[in-house]
């Protein structure tokens, strides 16, 4: 149940042509770090005096590095970017573009489609390194998030639904030490497939990936349960429905000493090879529905 997150580092500011290629550690939380207790790597590998590519993974729990995005970024002049980032899962493609500012900083703006994506502060525009307010936006233009950063680390947030409903706030997304469900790992999994299983749903063709979402709070308990990634009505009820009845409790998230709201994403993939319908499984945080 490994969340891909959005964490930004320190060097000092520099200019896109003439640098060396160079590897970047970096901490929980964007905290600025040796590469004592990594979280995340970035390779920055320079293409030409306008290119440069970015390779991003995270440290796995075998001590293996797990590659999570490439960023592969075009000057078009000193003040605008174009970006094209592409993981696993995830193709995307944003302009950002640069303002100076008095104090020093840059105010950068992503856009996508001619629509405003995140708009903040930064320190240098390779690496962004968030320094003050940031907000971000859903496609249909509501406000996503209002994010506070000192250094690049999060200090505080403000949250809403895509349909301009409240949503939880202060919430982190990478951490020292991650939420754990008490009964175990293999209970949670159970118990999501025992409610497919005993649902009426034809899943015998069901073929893509069911992504829920949901905070894990302070106290250990789970709220804010919502779907991420859906695969129609009947789907995403089935997956809510399983994380709304689940018993037990979470050991909180922990940053810096104190347990904190923590955003946890759970995936489901269904996959469908032309054949009847038999069994299913779950591996790993994964539920696969297996066709033989």
Same mark, same amino acid.
């Given at each position: 149940?490994?969340?891909?997150?959005?964490?930004?580092?320190?060097?000092?500011?520099?200019?896109?042509?003439?640098?060396?290629?160079?590897?970047?550690?970096? @901490?929980?939380?964007?905290?600025?770090?040796?590469?004592?207790?990594?979280?995340?790597?970035?390779?920055?590998?320079?293409?030409?005096?306008?290119?440069?590519?970015?390779?991003? !993974?995270?440290?796995?729990?075998? &001590?293996?590095?797990?590659?999570?995005?490439?960023?592969?970024?075009?000057?078009?002049?000193?003040?605008?970017?174009?970006?094209?980032?592409?993981?696993?899962?995830?193709? !995307?493609?944003?302009?950002?573009?640069?303002?100076?500012?008095?104090?020093?900083?840059?105010?950068?703006?992503?856009?996508?489609?001619?629509?405003?994506?995140?708009?903040?502060?930064?320190?240098?525009?390779?690496?962004?390194?968030?320094? @003050?307010?940031?907000?971000?936006?859903?496609?249909?233009?509501?406000?996503?998030?209002?994010?506070?950063?000192?250094?690049?680390?999060?200090?505080?947030?403000?949250?809403?639904?895509?349909? &301009? !409903?409240?949503?939880?706030?202060?919430?982190?997304?990478?951490?020292?030490?991650?939420?754990?469900?008490?009964? @175990?790992?293999?209970?949670?999994?159970?118990? =999501?497939?025992?409610?497919?299983?005993?649902?009426?749903?034809?899943?015998?063709?069901?073929?893509?990936?069911? =992504?829920?979402?949901?905070?894990?709070?302070?106290?250990?308990?789970?709220?804010?349960?919502?779907?991420?990634? @859906?695969? &129609?009505?009947?789907?995403?009820?089935?997956?809510?429905?399983?994380?709304?009845?689940?018993?037990? !409790?979470?050991?909180?998230?922990?940053?810096?000493?104190?347990?904190?709201?923590?955003?946890?994403?759970?995936?489901?993939?269904?996959?469908?090879?032309?054949?009847?319908?038999?069994?299913?499984?779950?591996?790993?945080?994964?539920?696969?529905?297996?066709?033989?």
């Amino acid at each position: 149940m490994k969340q891909l997150i959005y964490i930004l580092f320190f060097i000092l500011p520099f200019l896109l042509s003439g640098q060396n290629d160079t590897t970047i550690y970096f @901490g929980a939380n964007g905290k600025m770090n040796s590469a004592e207790n990594p979280v995340l790597k970035k390779e920055i590998k320079y293409r030409g005096k306008n290119r440069v590519r970015i390779n991003t !993974e995270k440290l796995a729990d075998d &001590g293996s590095w797990t590659f999570l995005f490439t960023e592969r970024i075009t000057r078009k002049n000193p003040d605008l970017f174009h970006i094209r980032i592409k993981g696993r899962e995830f193709s !995307e493609r944003i302009v950002r573009h640069f303002e100076p500012q008095p104090d020093g900083n840059l105010k950068f703006t992503d856009t996508q489609n001619d629509q405003v994506k995140r708009s903040g502060f930064t320190q240098s525009k390779i690496p962004l390194i968030f320094q @003050g307010e940031l907000s971000e936006y859903y496609p249909n233009g509501n406000i996503k998030s209002v994010s506070v950063y000192e250094n690049n680390e999060l200090i505080s947030n403000q949250n809403w639904k895509e349909n &301009g !409903e409240k949503y939880i706030d202060n919430i982190f997304y990478s951490v020292q030490r991650e939420p754990r469900f008490l009964r @175990g790992t293999q209970a949670l999994h159970q118990h =999501v497939l025992k409610t497919f299983r005993d649902s009426k749903a034809d899943l015998s063709q069901m073929e893509g990936r069911l =992504v829920v979402g949901f905070v894990v709070m302070e106290n250990g308990e789970i709220d804010g349960i919502r779907i991420e990634k @859906g695969l &129609g009505l009947e789907m995403n009820n089935l997956a809510l429905t399983a994380f709304h009845t689940m018993k037990g !409790e979470w050991q909180p998230a922990r940053l810096n000493g104190e347990n904190v709201r923590f955003y946890q994403l759970f995936p489901i993939n269904f996959i469908y090879r032309e054949f009847d319908f038999d069994y299913l499984e779950m591996k790993g945080s994964m539920l696969y529905w297996e066709i033989n």
